[in-house]
C-alpha cells in the first residue's frame, strides 16, 4: 500500500484498510459554521444512512463520488489523496485488493475528513472522521440505540480500550479508540466488564463508517464473532 506524508490520508485509508493501530491526538475545538460540519449521519439530512449525500455502498462509483464530493462545502478539494490498498470486508472475513480516496476538512484545514474504499470502481464503504465533538450517549439520544457492539484493549497489559458500535439498518458503525492516559485506575475495557456490557455515555466518537449491506449483514449474522448485543449505557435504560 502507497503511505503519503500528509497525516489525514495515511490515517483514513489505513482504517478503510482495517487497520487500527491510530491513537487519536487531542486537539483545541475549532469554531466551525454549520456549513463546516458534516452532520448528515445524525440528521438523515439529505438522507438516511446508508445513504451518504445521495451516495451509497454497494451502488455508487468512484466517479459520482467524486461530483458528489465537489459540492460539499466542509470538504477541502485540493486536500485529496489516493492509494491502492488492501480493503476490509466482514462478509468475506478478509481483504480484498481495492482503491481508497481521502479527503480533509475545510476546517479545520489539516483534519482528515472523509474517505472512500473501492472494489471494482464500486463504493465499498465511506469513513467519516467528525471534525466536532460528540459523545455515544449524545448519538443515542440523536438516532436511537445500536443493536451491537464490540471492545478490546489494543495492549492486553495497558488501559486503552477499542469499541465497535453497530446499527444494522443504518449499516452504521461507530469506532472509539479511548486512551487512557493515566497512570494508575482502571480502563474503559474493565469498567464496561465490571457494568456487566454497559457503556460509559461520556465516550468521544472517533470514527464513523458507513459499510455495504453484506457486510452489515454479516455482522448481524455472527459471522463478526467478536461483536454481541447491545446491553446500554452506564447509568442508562
Known amino acids: 500500500m502507497i503511505i503519503f506524508a500528509k497525516p489525514c490520508s495515511c490515517i483514513l ?3 478503510l484498510a482495517g ?3 491510530f491513537v487519536p491526538t487531542p ?4 469554531t466551525l459554521v454549520p456549513e463546516e460540519q458534516d452532520q448528515s449521519w445524525l440528521t438523515d439530512q439529505p438522507c438516511q444512512a ?4 445521495g451516495l451509497e455502498p454497494g451502488v455508487s462509483t468512484m466517479q459520482q463520488v467524486v461530483d458528489t464530493v465537489s459540492e460539499l462545502s466542509f470538504i477541502r478539494l485540493e486536500d485529496v489523496y489516493k492509494s491502492e490498498i488492501d480493503v476490509w470486508s466482514y462478509y468475506v472475513n478478509s481483504s480484498i485488493p481495492g482503491s481508497g480516496l481521502g479527503y480533509g476538512c475545510a476546517n479545520p484545514p489539516n483534519d482528515p475528513c472523509v474517505a472512500f474504499s473501492f472494489i471494482d470502481d464500486q463504493l465499498h464503504s465511506i469513513i467519516l472522521t467528525p471534525n466536532f465533538s460528540i459523545t455515544l450517549g449524545e448519538v443515542i439520544e440523536q438516532i436511537g440505540p445500536p443493536d451491537l457492539f464490540a471492545y478490546a484493549r489494543p495492549n492486553a497489559e495497558g488501559k486503552d480500550c477499542d469499541l465497535q458500535v453497530f446499527w444494522g439498518e443504518r ?3 461507530l469506532r472509539i479508540r479511548h486512551v487512557d492516559r493515566r497512570l494508575i485506575g482502571r480502563g474503559v475495557c474493565q469498567a464496561i466488564r465490571e457494568a456487566n456490557g454497559r457503556v460509559p455515555s461520556d465516550l468521544e466518537i472517533d470514527w464513523v463508517f458507513i459499510i455495504p449491506q453484506e457486510d452489515s449483514d454479516a455482522i448481524s449474522g455472527s459471522r463478526a464473532e467478536d461483536f454481541g448485543p447491545w446491553i446500554g449505557l452506564i447509568g442508562g435504560d
Open 19 to 21: 487497520c487500527g493501530a
Open 50 to 53: 446508508p445513504c451518504w449525500y
Open 27 to 30: 486537539q483545541p475545538t475549532p
Open 13 to 15: 485509508l489505513l482504517l
Open 171 to 173: 449499516q452504521l458503525e
